[in-house]
Every structure is written in C-alpha cells, then in structure tokens.
C-alpha cells in the first residue's frame, strides 16, 4: 500500500488515484511496421474460432506466482494499516502530540501542521518495508522493473511529500468543518472533496505525473501512428488533437505495457507507455488507443468520478456515525475531546482504512463496467481502420497479458475485490467474440 495518506484522498480521488487503465500488446515496433491501410473486413468472412488466454505451463506458473504475491501484499498491507492507526489510537499517541502542539500554538492549522505529518510520516515508515516489496523487490523478482533503487526511493519519498502535503489540508478542513458543524460537518467535507477532485484531476497531468515520468507529444517519433489514429478517429466521427496524445518514458522504470487517459477538460489527453508501443504491433496499438479513447470520448472519467463521489457520500455518512460512535464509548479512555479534536486523527485514519478497505469492491465493480464499454468501444472504432479488430485486441490483451504477469484465472473473490479491469482471459473472449453491429461507436 502506498503511504497512508493515501487511504485519506483515495475515497474522494478514488478516480485519479486508480486512473491508469490497463491495457496493451506484440512483436514489432510500431514505428518500423509499415502503415496498414484502412481495409474492411469482409462481413462474409467467417470470424476465427476464439483461442482465448494461452500460456504456457512455465508462464502460467509465473503469473499465478507474481498474482498471488501481489494479493498477500495487499491484504497485508490492509491490516498493517488498521494495525498502525489501532494502535496509535489506544495508545494515545495523537493525544500526545496534540498536547504538544498546543504548547506551541493554540491555532487549529499549526495543531494539523505538527500533528499531521508527524503520524503519517510515522505511519510510512512502518509501513516502508511493505511498501519496498510490493514495488521494488516483487518487481525485480519477476523481470517487470528495470528502476534502480534509488530511483524507487526517490519516488517513494516524492509520493509521500505529495500525499503529506495534501494530508495536512484535508485534515485541518476535516476538524474546521466539524467543529463548525459538529453535526453536518462531515456532508460539508463531502461537498468539498468535489471542486477538489476536479481541480486535482485537472492538474495532475501538469503537475503530479511530470514528477515521476517524461511526456512528449506522440507525434514527434511516431507521425505514422499518429496520422492512424487521425484517421480512426475521424472514422468515428470523434476529434483528439494530436497534441492531446503523448508518449510516456516508461521503460525508464518498468517493462510492462500501459496506457490511460487522464486530465479534465484543458487537460484532458491520452498516454501510451513507450514499452506498449514497442511491443505492439501499429495495428494493436490502434486497439489499445481504440479503448483509451473510449474513456475519453464517453467521458468515463466524469462518469466515473460521480459514481465513486455517490460511494464516497454513503461511506462518509457511515463513517462519521462510526467516528462518533467511538468517541463517545472510548473517546475519554483514549486521552480525546470530541470530534473536532485533531487528537482523533489516528482513530479517523483507522475508520477510513476500513471505508477504503470495503468501497474497494464497488468501486472496482464500477471501473470494471466501463473498462469493458471501452474495449467494446475500442472494437467498434477501429472497424474499418484496422483490418480485423477482433484479432488486433485479442493479440494485444495476450501480449499485455503475458508482459504484465496477468492472473490467468483469478479466484471469484479476488475479481469481486481487487479487479478494477475484467480479468485478461475474460476481455480476450470479448475481442475475439464480439460483433460491432454497425461502424458507429455507441456513445
Ligand atoms: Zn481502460
């Protein structure tokens, strides 16, 4: 799990913070693959009889080895988080830094400014070691990371500056709210993680991904590509500038394959990792691109983010009459004053875990719906354009597959909780079964 500031932005930026769609494909660069013509496929033609999923035994084993290992993680990290914030409710290490923080000033955002980093910061680097093997050692073990551990540090540290900093604002307007409005407080921190959400996911791409990875406009090495995808595109009926469509160096630090799309309106754009592009096929990328452009043209990210705000409002209902709850049966056990004492910080983080922990699964249920509109979209854009669709995405989810380790058949339970994307046999069947029945991409 990433630093545990995390768990406080992840239910009101849930969105971004999960953004970076899955997808991806083989064999040649697609700046050396010459440019396929737009060719129809003939409707007479008899479709090819589905393969689904293929491993061999030895990468089956290997998948299923990084899955499991990956899942371990997470659980782990789940209950090292409840565990930390537990304990430093019961023993009242808040209480012991909010008593400090008053000696130094009796302002409520000085108190958060102390307070804040201080637990959380605690609380990352306990949870470094977990936190080094999910992403640098696993990574390194399974061939998927080619970043140097410095690097990984840096990044490491550059996250939690990140999250640190948005932390010590949540939390002062948290306690400003509901010491306001002991009653209403927490709808008024509700209502404001939407303008937040927004503006956050309107600057990421210019502020926060540059941080960690390079940009530059697909156009400058891969013109061709870029004219299909122009041409797929205008095909649908559907207008991305170029200078909307970037590269991302992301074979600095990882071999797997991705795409996304991110930003809000200004922002708005779509990202190809250099890795996919050199793995893929120009007619596979198209797929890829295909359903990233989905996202962008159905609005799956607004969409999306309604939702999960929808999710977020229910879950924060419950949580606060948890909070209050709790605070009047242990509050005065504890060493805390009421709700609006930044004190309770830790059994706030804890009952926060625990919302992010069970809104996983719905929140995952409603990523998963519009992953799959985007690969069916996808199918529909490219007819057409790319000679035979079904193929092209089917071949790339193998390859994305394959390069990412991909769970071949991963438990019912663990789709139900941790799958934000249908798993990569499932969307394999879908390419190669599914049937536009017409050109026009449903919007
Ligand atoms: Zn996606």
Request: charged fraction near 15%; include cysteine.
């Amino acid at each position: 799990m990433v630093g545990v500031a995390v768990l406080l932005l992840s239910i009101a930026l849930s969105p971004w913070l999960a953004a970076a769609p899955r997808l991806a494909a083989p064999a040649q660069s697609s700046a050396t693959s010459p440019p396929s013509h737009a060719v129809v496929r003939s409707p007479t033609s008899p479709p090819a009889p589905p393969v689904g999923y293929t491993l061999t035994p030895a990468q089956r084993a290997r998948a299923l080895a990084y899955a499991h290992a990956q899942y371990r993680d997470y659980f782990l990290a789940v209950a090292l988080a409840l565990a930390i914030y537990f304990l430093f409710w019961v023993l009242q290490v808040g209480a012991v830094l909010r008593r400090r923080a008053r000696k130094i000033s009796p302002r409520l955002f000085v108190q958060c400014l102390i307070v804040t980093p201080l637990l959380l910061g605690a609380a990352a680097l306990v949870e470094w070691p977990l936190d080094y093997h999910s992403s640098f050692v696993l990574g390194h073990r399974f061939g998927l990371s080619t970043e140097s551990f410095g690097a990984w540090l840096a990044d490491w540290g550059k996250s939690l500056a990140l999250e640190l900093i948005a932390a010590i604002f949540l939390v002062w307007v948290f306690y400003l709210l509901v010491r306001r409005s002991p009653r209403r407080g927490w709808f008024y921190f509700w209502c404001l993680t939407l303008p937040l959400g927004l503006c956050i996911a309107l600057v990421e791409p210019y502020v926060i991904e540059p941080l960690f990875f390079k940009f530059t406009p697909l156009e400058q090495k891969h013109p061709v590509l870029v004219e299909r995808i122009e041409q797929m595109l205008h095909h649908a009926g559907l207008r991305i500038p170029p200078s909307r469509i970037f590269e991302m160096d992301a074979s600095a630090k990882t071999r797997e394959l991705n795409a996304y799309v991110s930003g809000l309106g200004p922002s708005k754009r779509v990202v190809v990792w250099n890795t996919t592009l050199h793995a893929l096929s120009a007619d596979e990328v198209l797929e890829v691109l295909g359903h990233e452009t989905g996202h962008y043209v159905l609005h799956h990210i607004v969409k999306e983010f309604i939702w999960d705000e929808l999710v977020a409002l229910v879950f924060f209902w419950l949580g606060f009459r948890v909070f209050e709850w709790a605070l009047a049966r242990w509050g005065p056990q504890t060493g805390l004053e009421g709700t609006g004492d930044v004190a309770s910080l830790p059994l706030v983080l804890l009952i926060l875990a625990l919302l992010v922990f069970f809104s996983d699964p719905v929140v995952n249920a409603i990523s998963r719906h519009y992953e799959h509109q985007a690969d069916k979209f996808a199918l529909q854009v490219t007819e057409g354009v790319v000679p035979n669709p079904n193929a092209a995405e089917a071949q790339a989810f193998q390859v994305l597959g394959e390069r990412d380790l991909s769970d071949p058949d991963p438990s019912p339970f663990i789709r139900f909780w941790l799958y934000s994307h249908p798993p990569i046999a499932d969307r394999i069947r879908f390419a190669e079964t599914y049937r536009p029945a017409s050109t026009a991409p449903a919007r």
